[in-house]
């Protein structure tokens, strides 16, 4: 029997065995006897008990107890640490959830309408906490092993991950791992059709790579909006203390103050985010809802006189940028998207979608209990979005609520980082990224025009919109660009270039192809990124780290124009000790310069972190050097898929 018509009927099956086990299972229930779905999926897909080595750690007992890599890092003392994720369909204020509803647990905050869950005694529970509250609003979610945020990855710098990813959805999915470079293991990046097959439905895949890239990073779904609906999670890479440049400006480094926002949306409609999330909680905004739950704010603990490391990762998936600031509190960033630069003192951080920012938060203030503020801009203007959680100092009132009124037009005052659309002035008040500085001193070299190239992001409305690249609508190919790269996949591509030659007029017409542009591999190469649109677009690299060498804005009538400007008179580029990134801002009518060395050959995409906009075909593929150059797949785990039947 032909091979893939054997998956087929497997893949089939699972789905009618899924059917019936959802509806015959019996296992542990919960109170009205309705079993939660995560409770159905553990029994679908029990935890695997054997492994290739008895050198691999892992959770021996479940899955819900600290994982023995997570652990206090130590040179030259590398692990290789395994995890199961089994991606499901589940849903917010299920079954799980009804305890939290209790009489016991709620607190009258003497605020006019306002009641709270009690977020220090309701999760003190001796069985799993099967409960994904959300805003306290019922929504289909997708997430893996039952959680929200996902699993979080806590590993060290040269561990080798090995993730067995078992997709039980009725849709194909990836795992992405965002700050990684897969130096060694390019075929691991997870973006489908570009360096692996989709996972399909009923199927497995080994994700096993070498962590090369210390800092905070995240893993997510690279399959449509998936990511948005749930299927995302920390990974976060320590170093030695004695390699950790910033290791003595604080006390502590807990998970417990790592802050995954979500900008949330319901029942899989990812068209204009609904609410915004702190760790999976927040307020429900939606204040005529008849069915309005009592609030369940996520909460932050510290002791006072202590210094603490928070590490802040933004899922955002529409066009929304937020901002971040702490009542009474300066923060302290340390480092942007896993890479240090020299230490900022601001009051306010904004934050675009894919970047993480590290801080520290000295706890010197009064014991008690202070509002952690987020506020949505762009899209999430619209409704007026913003989100809060609780910093709570030990030995505070616990059903204290904090000072102060929770609003839209709140604003804190003070320095503000990385600010939204905003070119450097050398304003105090107000600090671009590129106005940073790496604790990785380097001097660029200079720049031959060859190597740099020239990129513009628009948006068309023709009939419908159109987001795209050098006005091109990214299509991706029927086929994995890195596993099939010795078959002569080339004749199938296109770039702007391409598209002239032919005579096609990109601008006039609507081109739509698998666009991939040519970088020589082991030379510096620069990208000049400019977006013709009205607001920013957050760019994101996949397989390097960059350095942010320009920025700046040139107004709707110049900015078509860039590269003769630059040719002509050179836009201000840094020469020494430029932040290195993976995901910035490029500025409404704006541009930002980007330089990396190409030591990565491979097939990276190179995209918006927008998912509305790089689903739609707002990404291009940078084909760094010649296949022979790339790094082959072992044969075996290469794109290679299995029936979990």
């Known amino acids: 029997m032909d091979i893939k018509l054997q998956r087929n009927i497997k893949s089939l099956y699972l789905l009618v065995l899924s059917l019936l086990l959802i509806q015959n299972i019996n296992c542990k229930v919960y109170l009205n006897g309705t079993l939660t779905k995560f409770a159905q999926i553990r029994q679908m897909y029990p935890k695997v008990t054997s492994y290739e080595s008895k050198n691999w750690r892992m959770i021996d007992s479940d899955d819900y107890k600290q994982h023995p890599c997570k652990r206090e890092c130590v040179k030259d003392k590398q692990m290789t640490c395994y995890y199961y994720m089994v991606v499901h369909y589940d849903e917010t204020m299920g079954p799980g959830c009804e305890r939290y509803l209790e009489a016991r647990y709620r607190i009258k905050t003497g605020k006019a309408g306002e009641e709270l869950v009690d977020g220090f005694t309701v999760h003190n529970y001796d069985d799993y906490d099967d409960c994904k509250f959300a805003d306290g609003i019922a929504s289909e979610i997708m997430v893996v092993n039952g959680r929200m945020p996902g699993q979080g990855v806590e590993v060290c710098m040269g561990d080798t991950i090995v993730v067995d990813v078992i997709n039980s959805l009725h849709e194909t999915t990836t795992i992405h791992w965002h700050g990684i470079h897969q130096l060694k293991t390019p075929h691991m990046d997870g973006v489908p059709h570009i360096t692996q097959y989709p996972i399909e439905a009923g199927q497995a895949f080994r994700y096993r790579f070498e962590v090369d890239h210390a800092g905070t990073h995240w893993w997510h779904s690279h399959t449509e909006h998936q990511r948005a609906f749930g299927l995302a999670g920390a990974f976060i890479a320590r170093q030695p203390k004695l390699e950790n440049v910033h290791a003595k400006l604080y006390d502590f480094d807990f998970s417990e103050h790592i802050i995954i926002i979500q900008d949330w949306v319901y029942n899989f409609d990812e068209s204009i985010p609904q609410n915004l999330l702190i760790n999976g909680l927040g307020r429900n905004v939606n204040n005529d809802s008849i069915t309005k739950q009592p609030t369940l704010y996520s909460i932050f603990k510290v002791v006072r006189g202590g210094r603490y490391r928070f590490r802040v990762i933004y899922n955002g998936c529409a066009n929304c940028p937020v901002s971040l600031s702490i009542d009474n509190h300066n923060l302290v960033v340390i480092s942007s998207d896993g890479n240090d630069i020299e230490p900022i003192i601001v009051q306010k951080l904004s934050i675009h979608g894919g970047e993480r920012f590290d801080f520290i938060l000295h706890a010197n203030q009064e014991v008690g209990n202070y509002w952690l503020r987020i ?12 989100q809060e959680a609780i910093l709570h100092y030990m030995g505070a009132k616990q059903t204290e609520r904090p000072k102060g009124e929770v609003t839209y037009d709140y604003e804190a005052e003070g320095v503000e980082l990385n600010p939204l659309d905003q070119a450097p002035t050398k304003n105090d008040e107000r600090i671009t990224i590129v106005e940073t500085n790496s604790m990785k001193p380097r001097l660029e070299p200079p720049m031959s025009q060859q190597r740099t190239h020239y990129i513009s992001m628009a948006v068309h409305e023709r009939g419908n919109f159109l987001f795209q690249m050098d006005n091109i609508t990214f299509s991706l190919p029927k086929i994995s660009l890195l596993q099939t790269r010795n ?6 591509f296109c ?22 542009i040519q970088v020589p591999a082991f030379k510096e190469t620069e990208f000049v990124i400019s977006a013709i649109t009205n607001s920013a677009h957050p760019i994101h690299l996949h397989g390097y780290t960059f350095r942010v060498v320009g920025m700046g804005v040139l107004g709707e009538n110049l900015i078509n124009n860039i590269e003769e400007i630059d040719r002509k008179t050179p836009l201000s580029r840094r020469n020494r000790n430029a932040p290195l990134k993976d995901t910035v801002q490029v500025p409404a009518f704006g541009y930002t310069i980007i330089r990396f060395y190409a030591d990565n050959p491979g097939y990276w995409i190179l995209h918006c972190h927008i998912s509305t906009h790089s689903e739609n075909g707002m990404a291009l593929v940078v084909r760094v050097g010649e296949d022979t150059q790339m790094k082959m797949c072992p044969v075996s785990n290469c794109g290679l898929c299995s029936s979990v039947v």
Do not use: A, M, P
């Open 487 to 492: 078959l002569g996949i080339g004749r199938f």
């Open 495 to 516: 770039n702007k270039t391409h598209q002239e030659n032919l005579g096609f007029n990109c601008r006039s017409r609507h081109c739509r192809c698998t666009n991939v």
């Open 375 to 386: 506020k949505g801009y762009n899209f999430c203007k619209i409704k007026s979005l913003h």
